[in-house]
């Protein structure tokens, strides 16, 4: 299972550490570990290096010079940079953030509650964006330089270049207060709020785990809105990605072949070229999905939202350390598990990446 | 040889708007098809392959074909729904193209798109089109069919490529193959292997062939009939047996271009170009 000698098909030998399924499995890992460890020590430099003074913070600026000291040697920070460091990282995988100045709770209970409202925010938005931004795309690359074609193109535009506070508050105004469609800002009618068991604290799913509907379409219509607006612009960008992918497939002989065939032109888009689209598309789709998760701290104050992106911002205002590394530990790892997911998927796609 | 017509074109023309202006592709092409294999020889861009589209009506969408007559069999191919096109295409009129590392989809299996082809024509259930399949792969000579069609096209090499895109072109059974350049892009060694290939299924199902090509070795070692082209049009129409004959300058010149075993090997002709090859019409 170790160093095993391959031969590839044009007959070569190589050498190569870890062979095999379980091999590509411990391959995986060992590049996840030392992606994780990059991410820890970035986090930690930056502690270190931002002009706030941690001890500064915590026991104010009136405290006198012995208590500072004093509180100074408890956290350590008369260690060497590598003892703290190491100290760090046992804290972090102990799953020890600290505690946040700002709520006085332990960072990662305040992260276990603010990042499933993010997760499942951003989780809506993308199956909304690529739910429509794909067929918009195809729609446009089939139609190419006709009136469909310039219609995605100028929906797009729109999406892309309206700020989306702007777009949160029309759409508050016009699908809340004038027409009633949805409901107001917030995750659930206030209401509610108390008749529901964080179990996963994603409230789509703890709505159903207690099987009260009522609750589920209050949440569902608490999510669209700020879903789909979220939406537009992973939309805008999925849709302009697939139609040039599109029309680079299109272009290719076996398209041709399949026409020679005699296949129907529904089967050869949505087949044969959509089928190679979905391998590149499957990264873009997973970086807009990454930067969503990274929580959208607009939209999240416009819709009362309370997800990562407000908190981490709240954070950094107030200057609470732990909370923004924390945070910035947790984005960079959903970043990781984005990427992976990704990877996992392009090789499922794409038979030549399987090896 | 041509008592049972199959395919009768007269003065096609292939155009084409690009943004450098309009550009003509093909200038009054007309020839016979019986059941025979016929070639088509000429330099890059004289015209071979559209020709050779414009029978299956896939010439680029910035394109038009006109033609007097464009008949096969009791069709007239000059204006046919698309729906129509997709009864022709496949079912009687098939195209094996150049180089399959192209020409098949990469993400679908080799046995997927040869089922595809198969199906679209034939009412008939998976298991069913896998066995004819499987089949149509052992008379392409492919070793290991089992193996072969649950490949993708990435893990088969050039040659077999070509025989998995005979077997995908073949399988519906056409009355009419166009094989446009089918052998260039592999190697020398397996070109005569897959061309015996195809000639033998053709003459064994009795298909007609139009093998579009510039090898006037091969050409002349497989077809009945050629048909010289340059510049768009027809300038020499010849039995293949008599190629060594052709009156045309310049076919004489194609064929003086050839590298001979006892030749001088010093100084390969230049071929004489005439302007007036491109307006004279050989009938």
Request: hydrophobic fraction near 45%; charged fraction near 20%; glycine fraction near 8%.
């Amino acid at each position: 299972m170790f160093s095993v000698l391959r031969s590839n098909r044009d007959g070569r030998k190589r050498a190569r550490l870890f062979s095999g399924t379980g091999g590509s499995f411990i391959r995986l890992v060992f590049s996840l570990i030392i992606t994780l460890f990059g991410l820890l020590l970035v986090t930690f430099l930056i502690g270190r290096v931002l002009p706030i003074d941690p001890v500064l913070a915590a026991v104010g600026d009136r405290a006198p010079q012995a208590v500072y000291d004093r509180v100074r040697e408890e956290m350590g920070l008369n260690l060497p940079l590598w003892q703290q460091f190491y100290i760090y990282v046992s804290n972090i995988l102990q799953g020890d953030f600290g505690r946040s100045v700002l709520t006085s709770r332990p960072v990662l209970d305040d992260i276990k509650r603010v990042f499933p409202a993010t997760l499942e925010l951003a989780t809506v938005a993308t199956i909304i964006g690529v739910a429509l931004g794909i067929p918009m795309g195809v729609f446009a690359a089939v139609h190419k330089g006709k009136w469909p074609d310039h219609l995605v193109r100028i929906f797009g535009l729109v999406g892309y270049s309206m700020p989306i506070f702007w777009l949160g508050l029309m759409g508050l105004m016009i699908f809340y207060m004038k027409l009633g469609w949805v409901a107001g800002p917030g995750r659930l009618d206030a209401f509610y709020v108390d008749f529901i068991e964080p179990t996963t604290g994603l409230m789509l799913i703890d709505t159903l785990i207690e099987g009260d509907m009522d609750l589920f379409w209050n949440a569902v219509s608490h999510i669209i809105l700020p879903a789909s607006i979220l939406a537009y612009f992973s939309l805008a960008y999925i849709a302009r990605m697939t139609r040039s992918f599109m029309l680079e497939q299109l272009g290719q002989e076996y398209i041709l072949t399949a026409r020679v065939k005699g296949i129907s032109e529904t089967r050869i888009i949505w087949r044969h070229a959509l089928g190679n689209v979905m391998v590149p598309l499957v990264t873009v789709i997973a970086l807009s999905y990454a930067n969503l998760l990274e929580g959208s701290v607009l939209t999240e104050i416009i819709f009362s939202w309370p997800g990562l992106g407000q908190y981490i911002t709240n954070s950094l205002l107030k200057a609470d350390m732990n909370a923004v590394l924390g945070g910035t530990i947790v984005v960079g790892a959903v970043f990781i598990g984005v990427n992976l997911l990704s990877d996992v998927l392009y090789r499922l796609l794409d038979p030549r990446a399987r090896r | 040889m041509t008592q049972d017509l199959i395919l009768s074109v007269r003065n096609l023309h292939v155009g084409f708007n690009t943004a450098k202006g309009a550009i003509e592709a093909v200038r009054g092409v007309s020839f016979d098809l019986g059941r025979e294999r016929l070639g088509i020889v000429g330099e890059s861009g004289s015209g071979k392959s559209q020709t050779g589209r414009a029978i299956l009506g896939l010439t680029a969408a910035n394109g038009h074909i006109r033609a007097d007559r464009l008949q096969f069999h009791d069709t007239d191919l000059r204006n046919l729904s698309p729906r129509d096109w997709r009864k022709v295409r496949g079912a009687r009129i098939s195209m094996i193209m150049q180089d399959p590392k192209y020409s098949l989809n990469p993400v679908m299996t080799v046995g997927d798109q040869i089922i595809e082809a198969y199906r679209e024509h034939f009412k008939v259930n998976n298991r069913e089109a896998k066995r004819r399949a499987i089949e149509m792969l052992e008379s392409v000579k492919i070793r290991d069919p089992e193996l072969v069609f649950k490949s993708y096209p990435h893990e088969v090499s050039g040659g077999m490529g070509q025989r998995v895109m005979i077997a995908m072109m073949l399988i519906p059974e056409p009355e009419l193959i166009i094989a446009d350049e089918p052998t260039s892009a592999l190697d020398v060694t397996v070109q005569l292997q897959v061309m015996a290939i195809l000639d033998d299924l053709v003459r064994e199902r009795g298909m007609a062939l139009i093998f579009i090509s510039h090898d006037l070795h091969l050409v002349s070692s497989f077809c009945d009939r050629v048909l010289v082209m340059y510049q768009g049009r027809v300038v020499e129409e010849i039995a293949a047996s008599n190629l060594d004959q052709a009156q045309h300058p310049y076919t004489r010149g194609l064929l003086n271009c050839l590298p001979k075993m006892d030749g001088n090997h010093a100084d390969l002709p230049v071929l004489a170009r005439d302007a007036a090859w491109e307006t004279q019409d050989l009938t």
